[in-house]
């Protein structure tokens, strides 16, 4: 595999935990040391701040909750991601601090750039060096939800802004970018993540 630290993103129900999945199941026929972690989440003080940020119970201003995400973030690499890559571990992401530049940058509106920046200080600079972006029309997405949280409950102008987000940002940093059609067959969209991380390949 020819990155470290690798983050699947999109929109809710775009299908990342199945392509995680899959992922996982070559690397453990490879037996490649990995670790799977998941954002918001991810430590014992991340999934509390999942749990603020995901249950309808509670209700968080678009500010408060860029802040959240990137709280969660700041302690997740400090005391895993960076410590599992130094052990020679492969990092996968459910998601990744590019989600709240599209999702609360675009798509709550609070600004691209800022939320960036206030991600890039949460990070001390340490981006996924790859991300795969599963793009989706949102009315598609939604609909293969079956428990939707508080943020997926979201009206779907939220998502139609968001995917936008992403896609901007896959322009943007075109060279980390890798750009799935999640509406297309699953083993082809397999293959081809799989020759772009050089992983499942016949040598």
């Not at 630290?5 to 299908?15: K, R």
């Not at 991300?131 to 943020?151: G, K, N, V």
């Not at 102008?157 to 890798?178: C, N, P, T, V």
Request: proline share 3%.
């Amino acid at each position: 595999m020819n990155c470290n630290y690798l983050a699947f993103e999109g929109i809710d129900g775009s299908g990342k935990t199945s392509f995680i999945e899959g992922l996982c199941e070559i690397l453990d026929k490879e037996q490649k040391k990995y670790k799977v972690v998941r954002e918001p989440g991810g430590t014992k003080l991340g999934e509390g701040i999942r749990e603020l940020l995901l249950s309808k119970a509670f209700q968080v201003p678009p500010l408060s909750e860029a802040f959240l995400f990137s709280a969660n973030r700041a302690e997740l690499i400090e005391t895993v991601v960076v410590p599992e890559i130094e052990s020679g571990s492969i990092v996968i992401s459910d998601r990744s601090a590019f989600s709240s530049v599209a999702y609360q940058g675009a798509g709550r509106g609070l600004g691209v750039d800022k939320i960036y920046e206030l991600n890039n200080v949460a990070l001390n600079g340490f981006w996924p060096e790859k991300i795969i972006l599963l793009d989706i029309d949102p009315t598609i997405s939604l609909a293969r939800q079956r428990i939707m949280d508080r943020i997926g409950s979201s009206e779907i102008e939220f998502f139609e802004r968001a995917r936008q987000g992403y896609l901007d940002l896959a322009k943007k940093f075109h060279d980390q970018f890798l750009i799935i059609d999640a509406e297309k067959e699953f083993t082809k969209n397999q293959e081809i993540i799989c020759e772009w991380l050089d992983v499942g390949q016949s040598k």
